[in-house]
Nanobody
Framework: QVQMRESGPGLLKPSQTLSVTCTVS??????????WNWLRQSPDKGLEWIGV???????GYNPSLESRISISRDNTKNQFSLRLSTVSPDDTAVYYC?????WGQGTQVLVSA
């Protein structure tokens, strides 16, 4: 049974860099044809896809966020991570990881001075 769990900082100040990590169990992030995604949800913007890292390490990003985001992975820990630079209050959201079949519980990120 695949499980995914996000971990993040909770509170950030504007201009800082957000780093959130998804720990996967029950499957390897290098399993062929698996795709590991980041999304976020806020009351005003709804659910927004941020980006993906594939089983073979390729990445794809939302064009509206591409200049500020980076997704990487640590195969030894079976984790993948999101970095979002220069955050603002607009980046306040619950951040989720998913392989489309399984979702983490989400981690709340608040950006406030």
């Amino acid at each position: 049974q695949v499980q995914m769990r996000e971990s993040g900082p909770g509170l950030l100040k504007p201009s800082q860099t957000l780093s959130v990590t998804c720990t996967v169990s029950g499957d390897s992030i290098t399993t062929t044809d698996t795709y590991w995604n980041w999304l976020r949800q806020s009351p005003d913007k709804g659910l927004e896809w941020i980006g993906v890292i594939t089983y073979d390490g390729r990445t794809g990003y939302n064009p509206s966020l591409e200049s500020r985001i980076s997704i990487s992975r640590d195969n030894t820990k079976n984790q993948f991570s999101l970095r979002l630079s220069t955050v603002s209050p607009d980046d306040t959201a619950v951040y989720y990881c998913t392989n489309w079949g399984v979702w983490g519980q989400g981690t709340q990120v608040l950006v406030s001075a």
